[in-house]
Each structure stands twice: as structure tokens, then as C-alpha cells.
């Protein structure tokens, strides 16, 4: 059973840039692709990001195109999410998750992990 780790979360002004990971904690990884989300107080859960493996192939939320990068790791039990830009409406908890497919439907993802804190300050 694949579980996923988020890290890489903090606190930053706008305008700054975090990274974050997903990796796995035991051998197993996401078959698919990975795909990463977040919640913030009050709201709904929102897709932010996907990639496959194969291929690589990429989708964003229109709120973050041109600002976020998502990337596969060297080894095949890692993806990141690189956050440029950063704006205050950025603050969230972000999750990962293995994708079924690329997808904005939360339905076409599992394993999600317990999420990694992101405060962006004005």
C-alpha cells in the first residue's frame, strides 16, 4: 500500500517561492502520476497540479499556471512542486496524491497524505 509524505511547507512573504515533496514511505510508489492539491480554512479542497510518469505530461490549475512547476524526482518515488510568486490567496494545506489519471476531480486520486502547511504573509 502506497503512502505519501508531504514536506517542504512554511511560511513566506508574498512574492517568495517555496518547494514542495511527495515521496513515498515504504517501496511502493504512485502507478500513474502524482497529483497535488490544497485546502485552505473555510473551503473546499482544489486541484492545483498533475504529471504522469510516463511521459511526464503536466496539468495546472489556472489559478497557478506560470507560477508553479510540478516535477518527477531521479528516482521514481518523488514529485515536486515548485511555487514561484507566491500570493497570499496561495495559503493552504497541500496534499499529494496517486492519480488515476490527470484529472481535477478529487474521485481520480487515492493514498492522499496527511498535507504540508503553506502560509504566504503580505
Known amino acids: 500500500q502506497v503512502q505519501l509524505v508531504e514536506s517542504g511547507g512554511g511560511l513566506v512573504q508574498t512574492g517568495g517561492s517555496l518547494r514542495l515533496s511527495c515521496a513515498a514511505s515504504?517501496?511502493?510508489?504512485?502507478?500513474?502520476?502524482v497529483g497535488w492539491f490544497r485546502q485552505a480554512p473555510g473551503k473546499e479542497r482544489e486541484f492545483v497540479a498533475a504529471?504522469?510518469?510516463?511521459?511526464?505530461?503536466?496539468m495546472y490549475a489556472d489559478s497557478v499556471k506560470g507560477r508553479f512547476s510540478i516535477s518527477r524526482g531521479n528516482v521514481k518515488n518523488t514529485v515536486y512542486l515548485q511555487m514561484n510568486s507566491l500570493k497570499v490567496e496561495d495559503t493552504a494545506r497541500y496534499y499529494c496524491?496517486?492519480?488515476?489519471?490527470?484529472?481535477?476531480?478529487?474521485?481520480?486520486?487515492?493514498?492522499w497524505g496527511q498535507g504540508t502547511q503553506v502560509t504566504v504573509s503580505s
Open positions: 504529471i504522469t510518469w510516463s511521459g511526464g505530461s503536466t
Open positions: 496524491a496517486c492519480a488515476a489519471r490527470l484529472d481535477i476531480l478529487e474521485s481520480e486520486y487515492a493514498a
Open positions: 515504504g517501496r511502493a510508489f504512485c502507478y500513474y502520476g
